[in-house]
């Protein structure tokens, strides 16, 4: 049981390109989220989906794309990347909503020069 | 609106001695409170959580968080700090009767020296 896995580890990007980053949970967990963490500043919700099809946004998706085609897959898609998006990125999911802890992945470290 | 404030960006504490971590919120009805944990390079993870019940709950690593409705709070305390427990900690809350997210505070150092 991996739990949630996140891919890459590191990325460099220039401005203006684009990346998507992976996520996966074998759980069997309804929800997944994805957070970017800026230090100081806790963690902000980017998307997040209440199951295969099902995504919303949260309180920062500009700049930002998901998709859920499965329950276990939840990519983050950056389009046309800015500095504004150095950041940490988590993904994370949870088997319900509101009384149910969520499981983070390990994050991906993304510089944008 | 939902809110979680950590009014400390750091705390020290000797090994040995006890630790509190502070944690208010502010949501409307009744509140879903959790605590995380991160160390260095790597995601968070849960320690304890409170729903309803009884106001102290404990969780992992012999951590425990006292709800206090009145005044708003949830304060993270261990007994006994371990040079281990360096780390850093968020609070996060989630109103029980909206479908809103969960609301991350932005998180305290903790620091514990030998």
């Known amino acids: 049981n991996a739990g949630v896995t996140q891919t890459p580890k590191f990325r460099i990007l220039k401005i203006g390109q684009s990346m998507t980053l992976q996520c996966t949970q074998d759980?069997?967990?309804?929800?997944m989220y994805w957070y970017r963490q800026d230090p100081g500043m806790g963690l902000k919700l980017i998307y997040y989906s209440v199951g295969a099809g099902i995504t919303d946004k949260g309180e920062v998706p500009n700049g930002y794309n998901v998709s859920r085609s499965t329950t276990e897959d939840f990519p983050l898609r950056l389009e046309l990347a800015a500095p504004s998006q150095t950041s940490v990125y988590f993904c994370a999911s949870s088997f319900g909503t509101g009384r149910d802890e969520q499981f983070f992945g390990p994050g991906t470290r993304l510089t944008v020069l | 609106a939902q809110s979680v404030a950590q009014p400390e960006d750091q705390v020290n504490v000797a090994e040995g001695n006890p630790l509190t971590v502070k944690c208010t919120y502010s949501v409307s009805g009744n509140p879903y409170l959790f605590w995380y944990v991160q160390y260095p390079n790597r995601g968070l993870q849960f320690l304890l959580k409170?729903?309803?019940?009884?106001?102290l709950v404990k969780g992992s690593y012999g951590f425990e968080a006292e709800f206090n409705k009145s005044q708003t709070s949830f304060h993270l305390k261990k007994p006994s700090a371990l040079v281990s427990d360096s780390a850093l900690y968020f609070c996060?809350?989630?109103?029980?009767?909206?479908?809103?997210?969960?609301?991350f505070g932005k998180g305290t150092k903790l620091s514990v020296k030998p």
């Open positions: 759980m069997n967990h309804n929800y």
């Open positions: 996060a809350v989630r109103s029980g009767g909206s479908q809103g997210n969960l609301i």
């Open positions: 409170y729903i309803t019940g009884d106001n």
